[in-house]
T-cell receptor, first 117, second 113 residues
Framework: SAVISQKPSRDICQRGTSLTIQCQVD?????MFWYRQQPGQSLTLIAT?????????ESGFVIDKFPISRPNLTFSTLTVSNMSPEDSSIYLC??????????????FGPGTRLTVL | GQQLNQSPQSMFIQEGEDVSMNCTSS?????WLWYKQDPGEGPVLLIA?????ELTSNGRLTAQFGITRKDSFLNISASIPSDVGIYFC?????????????FGQGTRLTINP
């Protein structure tokens, strides 16, 4: 399985500022994803980070608010822009580890706990 | 969009008891995954199921992919304190290539000493 690290592990930010979260995978992976987990809630997919092209965003999430980069097959960043207290959440990166032609399993990083004041 | 209904939402059991939780969906999934999340950590993959009817074990954990492809269950036998955490089911639609996951609401497991 892929080993995934995220930086920072946590941060406290002021409203109106932006934070960029980094995700590093220890091996090349087919695809990477960004999720949000609000306190006490389940995981919600923000977007699929596509290598070499624009990310694919889920309903309710837009590029201006959550710009994503994926410059290569092991690294991605998520920026939370113009933050408000409602953005306080855990942000999780995941990577798909291709085991066979059609089957994939997703592994998660430890998450970035963001608090916006 | 797709939704997964996971139950129960929480469980309070004695150490040594068996645990059972399940997920149902109105949609068909091609893959079912079960994750465990400890406080301050990301979800850890426990079991992946790829075929309808498949029954898979991982130590004390057993999971099954429902024959209709719309449900899955996870059983934990002889629970121990380190089983405490939140368990999530997740369904994946994709066949080829990595596809996004839809998560259940989670089952919070608490073990009384």
């Amino acid at each position: 399985s892929a080993v995934i690290s995220q930086k920072p592990s946590r941060d406290i930010c002021q409203r109106g500022t932006s934070l960029t979260i980094q995700c590093q995978v220890d091996s090349q992976v087919t695809m990477m994803f960004w999720y949000r987990q609000q306190p006490g809630q389940s995981l919600t997919l923000i977007a699929t980070a596509n290598q070499g092209s624009e990310a694919t965003y889920e309903s309710g999430f837009v590029i201006d608010k959550f710009p994503i980069s994926r410059p290569n097959l092991t690294f991605s960043t998520l920026t939370v822009s113009n933050m408000s207290p409602e953005d306080s959440s855990i942000y999780l990166c995941s990577a798909a580890d291709r085991r066979a032609d059609i089957y994939n399993e997703q592994f998660f990083g430890p998450g970035t706990r963001l608090t916006v004041l | 969009g797709q939704q997964l209904n996971q139950s129960p939402q929480s469980m309070f059991i004695q150490e040594g008891e068996d645990v059972s939780m399940n997920c149902t969906s109105s949609s068909i999934f091609n893959t079912w995954l079960w994750y465990k999340q400890d406080p301050g950590e990301g979800p850890v993959l426990l079991i992946a199921l790829y075929k309808a009817g498949e029954l898979t074990s991982n130590g004390r954990l057993t999971a099954q992919f429902g024959i209709t492809r719309k449900d899955s269950f996870l059983n934990i036998s002889a629970s121990i304190p380190s089983d405490v955490g939140i368990y999530f089911c997740a369904g994946q639609l994709g066949v080829q290539g990595a596809q996004k996951l839809v998560f259940g609401q989670g089952t919070r497991l608490t073990i009384n000493p």
